[in-house]
């Protein structure tokens, strides 16, 4: 019955999918029994309670452990977090952190890079292609989002990443300070930009190419 009053309320409701986002977390009591929802805006918010199924609750389980997890590179675009940037002070102040140090390291200020004009996103774009600039960012970016995460009391059970993931991973489990993973993930990224081009040889099935491979 919930689900379907929230569908009723959608259909005639004026509000943005994140305020009622924020309504249902914040402002309503916890129930035993629950449903969960992504989506990108009202209209496919709409569809996907249409194709809902009671099947579909679970019951909450307080044993349930949660995990952050933290990509690597190829992840990065301009204007990621850009909003969180703007409109949550936890997040910019620990960002912020990490993009005074990275620029008294290197000259570079990653705010330019990531949160450009209009005007200029396209050749900021490229220029995140730069490993050490792409690597520093990433870094930086996870590291403030899960701490965004953690002063709203969302904390991780384990943590776990892919590449410079890894990194954040290991920072927020205390292996290294958060201004140390800056110098350490930009250092890394800058010996692999500076590397000679390298290729890469994937071969799904070696028996395929007659080669000598055993069971």
């Known amino acids: 019955k919930k689900v379907a009053d929230l569908k009723d309320y959608l259909n005639t409701a004026s509000a943005e999918c994140e305020s009622i986002s924020a309504a249902l977390c914040c402002g ?21 309670i249409e194709k809902f199924s009671p099947s579909d609750i679970k019951r909450y389980d307080p044993k349930l452990k949660t995990a952050f997890l933290f990509p690597g590179q190829g992840a990065q675009y301009v204007g990621m977090a850009q909003e969180l940037y703007r409109n949550n002070s936890e997040y910019r ?44 960012a990433l870094f930086i970016t996870e590291y403030s989002l899960a701490k965004c995460l953690e002063s709203k009391g969302i904390k991780a059970d384990v943590t776990a990443g892919h590449s410079i993931g890894e990194y954040v991973s290991a920072c927020l489990a205390g292996v290294f300070t958060y201004a140390e993973g800056v110098r350490i993930v930009a250092a890394r990224g800058r010996c692999m930009e500076n590397s000679p081009e390298g290729e890469m040889l994937s071969v799904e099935n070696l028996k395929e190419y007659g080669a000598n491979v055993e069971e």
Not at 28 to 48: C, P, Q
Not at 109 to 124: A, N
Request: aromatic fraction near 8%.
């Open 93 to 136: 102040s620990t960002a912020d952190e990490g993009f005074e140090i990275y620029r008294g390291i290197s000259g570079t200020d990653l705010r330019s890079v990531l949160y450009p004009g209009d005007e200029s996103k396209d050749k900021m774009s490229e220029m995140l292609m730069n490993t050490e600039l792409t690597q520093t």
């Open 28 to 48: 309503r009591r916890d129930h035993e029994y629950r449903a969960a929802f992504t989506s990108v805006d009202k209209a496919e918010l709409i569809g996907d």
